[in-house]
């Protein structure tokens, strides 16, 4: 195994695991959100081949002109869904555009929920109708495995098993598919992707095609990510960590540069962001407001909380 950087879990012992075994997951999940913010999970019921597919329809599409890709960009849409050009998103406190395009997927609301009114509509790319339905089939996947998660989360918060449940129907979740290109020139101080916090509740990442994923610790010391074959990355976002008062910590990341040799080679990674309904009340748990820990942010739903912040990283005007 050597040295992980972050503990590894098997959600079929949630899933499918008996009480003990459910028990033990929950401390497990509860704590590395406590202390570092990330988790890998194996045996997550997302399928392999699912994700593959998926990836080799996404290098395809990245692959194409760029006046090919500008097509499916949608303007004034704040990238939240199509196709978003090179160096348009920046870390919230860095002015250099980060070293990556990316296509994003949201919502399909079926079930006739008024919230469909919220949402963009989704953009096909004509021209290859693989990229577009597998990233709605992947989205359904990693929706469901991310719900399980939540369900384990609120557990260790002793809060109803299902408390998250109707907070993520036809959430705002986002699947997004970046790709950084390769490295032509000495890039001017921007990374591949600044370090930063992730918005939403929790992100589900899929293994990169490339290394580069590091988080910051308490030591203030950054560590390697490196994720094991068919394991999933598991972050915490900030409403997770806003909603429990910092006690679920919503840790720093970012992606830097291969060493020079490795310059040419691009990476492709794929990242869940899920999210709630714009409705969510994110006001802190009481559970969560100590003497040691008293309150530490205003009251916010989700909806607005995420406009601050498309703001902050250029994404929205």
């Keep these: 195994m050597g040295d992980r950087s972050i503990p590894l879990v098997d959600l079929s012992d949630y899933s499918s695991g008996n009480e003990e075994k459910r028990k033990a997951f929950v401390k497990k999940l509860g704590d590395a959100f406590h202390s570092i913010g990330f988790v890998g999970v194996v045996n997550h019921g997302v399928p392999k081949k699912l994700i593959d597919d998926f990836y ?83 989205y359904r996947q990693f929706e469901k495995a991310g719900g399980e998660l939540l369900r384990a989360i609120a557990d260790h918060l002793e809060l109803e098993n299902d408390f998250f449940d109707q907070k993520i129907h036809n959430g705002n979740s986002i699947l997004r598919a970046i790709h950084y290109p390769p490295i032509t020139t000495e890039p001017e101080s921007a990374i591949r992707a600044e370090m930063h916090e992730d918005i939403n509740l929790i992100t589900l990442l899929v293994g990169a095609s490339a290394g580069g994923l590091q988080l910051l610790n308490k030591e203030d010391k950054w560590m390697d990510i490196v994720p094991e074959d068919d394991e999933i990355v598991i972050n915490v976002g900030d409403m997770l960590q806003r909603l429990t008062n910092n006690y679920l910590k919503s840790t720093t990341h970012r992606v830097v540069n291969p060493p020079r040799e490795q310059w040419h080679m691009p990476r492709l990674s794929i990242p869940f962001f899920l999210h709630p309904r714009s409705t969510m009340d994110l006001s802190c748990l009481e559970s969560c407001v100590t003497g040691e820990n008293p309150l530490q942010y205003e009251p916010i739903t989700a909806g607005e909380y995420l406009d601050e912040r498309l703001r902050e990283i250029g994404l929205k005007k």
């Design 56 to 138: 080799t329809a996404a290098k395809a599409f990245f692959a194409r002109s760029e006046a090919f890709k500008r097509k499916y960009e949608v303007e004034g849409g704040a990238g939240q869904r199509g196709y978003t050009s090179f160096g348009k998103e920046h870390a919230k406190h860095s002015k250099v555009g980060d070293l990556k395009e990316f296509f994003q997927i949201g919502q399909v609301v079926t079930d006739g929920d008024p919230i469909k009114k919220e949402y963009p509509e989704n953009v096909h790319v004509t021209e290859m109708p693989e990229f577009t339905d597998l990233g709605r089939e992947l």
